[in-house]
């Protein structure tokens, strides 16, 4: 089992910065390519971006594509998401999950474990 806490969320003005952490527990996560995803009001989960096992792949979501990146610290056991230009439309609990694999994905499905999310909300 592994339990994934997301931080670092918060208010934020359009065009500020805010970095995520999700920190884990359990087993070491050296053994998984993680994920973000977000789910905004009356929508569904979606990709943000991901990273593979090894930090040697990373994808992100066309939207977010130069303004965010996602980086992990095996030995912290912690993944982030640096998140810079906040657009309003940003705006969602962002959520981190774990996949039993060497190899990123964009499917939610893929992901086996999930932490409970963190709160972003960008004013414009």
């Known amino acids: 089992q592994v339990q994934l806490v997301e931080s670092g969320g918060g208010l934020v003005q359009a065009g500020g910065s805010l970095r995520l952490s999700c920190a884990a527990s359990g087993r070491t996560i050296s053994s998984y390519a993680m994920g973000w995803f977000r789910q905004a009001p009356g929508k569904e989960r979606e990709f943000v971006a991901t990273i593979s096992r090894s930090s040697a792949n990373t994808l992100y979501v066309d939207s977010v594509k130069g303004r965010f990146a996602i980086s992990r610290d095996n030995a912290k056991n912690t993944v982030f998401l640096q998140m810079n230009s906040l657009k309003p439309e940003d705006t969602a609990v962002y959520y981190c999950?774990?996949?039993?694999?060497?190899?990123?994905?964009?499917?939610?499905?893929?992901?086996?474990?999930w932490g409970q999310g963190t709160q972003v909300t960008v004013s414009s």
């Open positions: 999950a774990a996949r039993a694999s060497i190899f990123a994905s964009v499917t939610p499905q893929d992901y086996i474990y």
